[in-house]
């Protein structure tokens, strides 16, 4: 994560898992962007780039700390 300042953040992600019992792995790459108006709002968009083309996808996200 680096933060441009205390509103603006870049992330990035890699992760990776092998399924022994489906003898199938996978590799997942994140690139995301979050923005802080507040402390306790997030609003963040990601994109997820997955080994297995058919499963990569767009998430837009919005939370509340309480």
């Known amino acids: 994560m680096y933060n441009f ?3 603006h ?3 990035t992600r ?3 898992f092998k ?3 489906l003898d199938t792995s996978n ?4 690139l995301g962007y979050s923005y802080r ?3 306790s709002i997030s609003i963040k968009a990601e994109y997820q780039i997955n080994s297995n083309s058919d499963l990569s996808k767009s998430i837009i996200s919005f ?3 309480f």
């Open 5 to 7: 300042n205390q509103k």
């Open 9 to 11: 953040a870049i992330v």
């Open 14 to 16: 890699y992760e990776y």
């Open 19 to 21: 399924d022994r019992e």
């Open 27 to 30: 590799h997942i790459g994140v």
């Open 37 to 39: 108006p507040m402390y």
């Open 63 to 65: 939370s509340v700390l």
